[in-house]
């Protein structure tokens, strides 16, 4: 029996347990003063005072997002891995929050401890990030690899005949059938992780210039890896196309196999045709794509007509071809 997650849960308690100690070290620290400084000068001198508590939720509701997002972006890369790789992203969630725990741990004591100046806390933060990130890393490495139900469908193989023989015989006999295709174009991963960093590192020192912690501009850079982060992926089964984007595989479009008319090949220019990329609608059929060229295009019994980009359209072509041909026929 499969289990839920393909990528083992494990691998992301680091970022949990720096959250945890975090949390520890608010309770224990219980009941935390009704008013502490909540914003500081250059010189780490109090310059604002108000209750803690909105700044202390808040780094916690964002950490447990961007474990979420850790954990999403882990199994989306689990699922599309042929053989074993070691996925540098999935440190990102467990960086994020050992550092942003070192820093709160260090900012609790100091309002406990009523101190007069709070300078920026490297010790603290170096102890529990470095923790955090070193761990992250040896449970990544002894990470085993866990082939996903159907990988030997994959838009990996060469020969595109082969490939399709390969699907009506899986779906002949009852087989389970995953093919994933792939489409993050370099501007796409680019935008998708270094957006993101350059707010969260200017995030941080208007953090140690001010004490102020800015939500809006991390939420924003927390937006982008949802939507772009991992690019498009269009997955086929036995009963539908689905294409999705960004980090937790947001839906934009879903045709069912008994639906499909007709695929066909289709050469396509975004701009011109689509004014844009992403997900688009010319007035005659809806788009989703990333790259211009050469995509699928599909022709419902409802006289839909979608067209999906993909970096190997042929492959595409020929297993959607395969499996609502079978669908058909049955």
Known sequence: MNERFNHPLWTHLPAVAALAAFIGAI????????????HFGINGQPDGFGSPWPGLLTVIGVSVLVIGIGVSSAEQWSRGETRKSFHWW????????????????????????????????????AIVAGAVIGASVL????????????????????????????????????????????????????????????????????????????????????LIIVLLLGGMRTTVDRRSITVRFGT?????????????EEVALRPFVPLGEFHGYGIRHNGY??????????????????????????DNPERLAAIIEAVSRTASVK
């Open 27 to 38: 309770v224990s620290a219980m009941p935390l003063p009704s008013s502490a400084a909540t």
């Open 139 to 222: 449970l990544e490495a002894v990470r085993p690899f866990r082939q996903y139900e159907g990988t030997s469908t994959k838009s990996s193989d060469a020969n595109v005949s082969i490939l399709s023989k390969t699907v009506r015989e899986r779906l002949d006999q009852g087989a389970p059938v995953a093919y994933w295709d792939v489409q993050n174009p370099w501007w796409n991963r680019i935008v998708s992780i270094a957006i993101p960093i350059a707010v969260v590192a200017q995030a941080t020192v208007d953090y140690v210039q001010t004490g102020e912690f800015e939500v809006m501009p991390l939420a924003a850079g927390v």
């Open 285 to 310: 059929m809806k788009g989703v794509f990333l790259k211009g060229g050469v995509g699928v295009e599909l022709t419902t019994r409802q006289g839909g007509h979608y067209l999906i980009g993909s």
């Open 248 to 260: 937790p595989g947001i839906r934009a479009l879903r045709v069912a196999v008994q639906e499909i």
């Open 90 to 125: 999935s440190l990102f969630d467990d960086t994020f929050v050992g550092f942003m725990s070192g820093l709160g741990i260090a900012y609790v004591r100091f309002i406990t401890a009523s101190g007069d100046t709070f300078t920026f806390p490297w010790t603290t933060v």
